[in-house]
């Protein structure tokens, strides 16, 4: 995942968001947790990876464009 400044967004930094994080949360708000680019395209293109993340049951969309770590 990359933003618009040319910064790399790592899995690892989205997982440690979500650790922190105590209630599901929108792209919007990892991307301004990482200080990624909050551009439209960005946002899309991280979306459509955290859909590929709650695919594989790494995160899950408890309501639509809401994500967070499944709980065991």
Known sequence: ?????GGTITYQQVMAVFTEADHPLRV???????DAAVAPNNIENVR?????????????????????????
């Open 1 to 5: 995942m990359s933003d618009q400044q």
């Open 28 to 34: 919007r708000q990892v991307c301004e947790a990482m």
């Open 48 to 72: 459509l990876q955290f859909k590929r993340l709650a695919d594989r049951a790494i995160l899950a969309e408890t309501e639509p464009g809401l994500f967070t770590r499944p709980r065991p």
